[in-house]
């Protein structure tokens, strides 16, 4: 099953083309690691996947919902951390999956506290958290290591395969290495 597919993309943005004519898929299991130079348009790449934003040429298919982790956490801030991922877990339906999640990304100690109160790598990890508790089949992370210590990078690649073996896909957008096995390399 194809969760994400490209077919000649072409992606313009402040009336620049940033590129043009890529095509590419991502099926049940798989992972495509996105780098390139600051600015060549990743980040633009990743929201066109999400729908966030229309391709200026092409054709762009999503076979699963789609879950995407980017520069915003997304998180209410005045909320403890749980009950804010309860929000959004709330609309997908998915509310028995923040506890894991939380596990998941080792913040479950931190359930109880205000969104407000997280430091930088905490937040970014209730952003993966949000993904990880989504049940979104496709996730989408804009460079999800950002300011996550070893362990948790560590963290998220394990969440990742585990998103891999029960049949979903990811594409990574990242500067920081993160180890995706038999990952397609998407240059910009
Ligand atoms: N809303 C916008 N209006 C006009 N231009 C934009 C807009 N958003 C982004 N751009 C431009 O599009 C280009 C690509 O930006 P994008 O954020 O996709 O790059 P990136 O590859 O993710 O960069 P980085 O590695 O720095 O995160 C940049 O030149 C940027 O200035």
Known sequence: M????????????GGRRLFAGLSFAL????????????????????RLA??????????????????????????????PLAAALGFWAGL??????????LAAMGIDHLAEVPVRFLSTGQRKRAALA??????????LLDEPANGLDTASVAALEAAIDGHRAD??????????P????????LRL
Do not use: M, Y
């Open 50 to 79: 999400a729908g966030l934003s229309a391709p200026a040429a092409g054709r762009i298919e999503r076979g699963a919902p789609a879950a995407l982790a980017g520069e915003a956490a997304a998180l209410d801030l005045e909320l």
């Open 2 to 13: 194809t969760l994400l597919a490209f077919h000649n993309v072409a992606c313009d943005r």
């Open 178 to 185: 993160v180890a995706l096995p038999n990952a397609q390399d």
């Open 130 to 139: 949000r993904v990880i508790a989504s049940g979104a089949g496709l996730w």
């Open 27 to 46: 099926r049940a299991g798989e992972a495509a690691l996105l780098t390139g130079p600051n600015g060549i348009g990743k980040s633009s790449l990743v």
């Open 92 to 101: 997908d339906g998915t509310r028995n999956r923040v506890e894991p999640a």
């Open 167 to 176: 049949g979903g896909a990811v594409l990574v957008a990242s500067h920081v």
